[in-house]
């Protein structure tokens, strides 16, 4: 996939195995406030389900990674949602195992407590988790390289708290 502009992703698709390359018909759009303000998705990974649809996995500045899914080979996708897993601002990577209908995501896990001092591209957990319900659910995790113990961060501790928005003024309201 490639980035066109904050918050959209394009993924690229070929029929005649890589050799060359189109845009899908839509752009994949998310527009979430995170702790470097307004994002989206970048750098994306896409890898075949089982039953023949596609999976992605992107990058946002959330604290966790989100995902969407094609029933039409790749030319329009569902609205992306989180994943629940807590991540750092770094891309995840998504594939499916040879021979098999399990899908591997690797990811840097980050807490909240880790984005709150300081460290949203923290990389000093890299995590691999194991589906095979097409990216439903992951089972098997565990940390590949980590400083720490921690091998598991739950949903409600990861990512940044989310920022207090000020309220607009009265005539700013009305004008819009």
């Known amino acids: 996939p490639s980035s066109n502009g904050p918050g959209f992703v394009q993924p690229l698709l070929s029929a005649d195995g890589g050799k060359t390359w189109f845009p899908s018909r839509f752009r994949v ?13 970048s750098e994306s990974a896409v890898a075949e389900r089982a039953d023949g649809s596609l999976l992605m996995t ?13 029933q039409d080979g790749g030319e329009t996708w569902s609205r992306p949602g989180s994943t629940g897993r807590p991540a750092s601002g770094y891309p995840p990577s998504l594939k499916r195992v040879p021979g098999s209908d399990d899908l591997v995501l690797l990811w840097n896990q980050v807490s909240r407590e880790e984005w709150e001092l300081g460290f949203p591209f923290n990389r000093h957990r890299l995590t691999a988790a194991v589906s095979s319900d097409g990216g439903k659910t992951w089972r098997h995790r565990r940390n590949l390289e980590s400083l720490n113990d921690r091998t598991y961060i739950p949903t409600d501790e990861g990512g940044p708290l989310p920022r207090e928005r000020k309220p607009m003024p009265e005539e700013a309201r009305a004008e819009k």
């Open 29 to 41: 759009c998310l527009n979430v406030e995170g702790p470097g303000g307004l994002g989206g998705l």
């Open 58 to 70: 992107s990058r946002t500045t959330t604290g966790f990674v989100y995902h969407c899914h094609s």
